[in-house]
């Protein structure tokens, strides 16, 4: 069951907020959010485990709701480099070999 | 920094074709997983890889397709007949862990394969 994304696209200029929102339907052990450029790999941003924690990185945070089975990503004062196609990938599982399902992909897009 | 390295970057093939994309995990990484990707879609998963066999394969993996670990650095994603609809981005990614537990650090991708079948 792939997680659902929102919303689909997002068009800021420099220096606004966003946030990227990713829910499931079924329980889950982690969320990770990469972002991806056009060509490229995914690359990796970061991985919130069960337990609700929050984590940062520069200005992009991130949150996790167990209880609702939501994760949400925070960009703050958006740079142009942001721009992207934001994944969350979600496991349901603890065990290493689990697979991340992704949703489909929020689009964003930073403008001078 | 290590990182997942993937050849070729970019193989054109015909329809019935055999293919073989090949990956170089990250040493010490003991899970191993192959994505791929039709463009503008979502990361699909393929097939997942632990202590030299498969751990778990979507419904995408049929009998076409296999992995295999042919030495300690090498892990290879083979098509035996391609299909025009096996043209995609296909990624492999690796994991640490142990070998008794869990692992908490996420996948980390390759840079990619672009496979056009013609």
């Known amino acids: 069951q792939q ?19 990713c ?15 056009h060509g490229e790999a995914p690359v ?5 485990l ?63 | 920094e290590p990182e997942v390295t993937q050849t070729p970057s970019h193989q054109v093939t015909q329809m019935g074709q055999e293919v073989i994309l090949r ?5 010490n990484h003991l899970y191993f997983y192959w994505y791929r990707q039709i463009l503008g879609q979502k990361v699909e998963f393929l097939v997942s890889f632990y202590n030299n066999e498969i751990s778990e394969k979507s419904e995408i993996f049929d009998d076409q397709f296999s992995v295999e670990r042919p030495d300690g650095s090498n892990f290879t994603l083979k098509i035996r007949s391609t299909k025009l609809e096996d043209s995609a981005m296909y990624f492999c990614a690796s994991r640490g862990g142990s070998f008794w537990g869990a692992s908490t650090d996420t996948q980390y991708f390759g840079p990619g394969t672009r496979l056009t079948v013609l």
């Open chain 1, 23 to 37: 829910s499931s339907s079924k329980a889950l052990y982690s969320v990770h959010w990469y972002r991806q450029k």
């Open chain 2, 23 to 27: 990956c170089v995990p990250i040493s």
């Open chain 1, 3 to 21: 997680p659902v994304q929102s919303p689909q696209a997002v068009i800021l200029r420099e220096g606004e907020d966003a946030v990227i929102n």
């Open chain 1, 50 to 112: 069960k337990g609700g924690e929050q984590k940062g990185h520069e200005k992009i945070s991130a949150s996790f709701n167990e209880k609702k089975q939501q994760s949400s990503l925070y960009l703050t004062a958006s740079q142009l480099s942001y721009s992207g196609t934001y994944f969350c990938g979600t496991e349901k599982g603890e065990g290493g070999s689990e697979k991340l399902v992704f949703g489909k992909g929020t689009k964003l897009t930073v403008n001078p």
């Open chain 1, 44 to 48: 990796f941003l970061m991985i919130l």
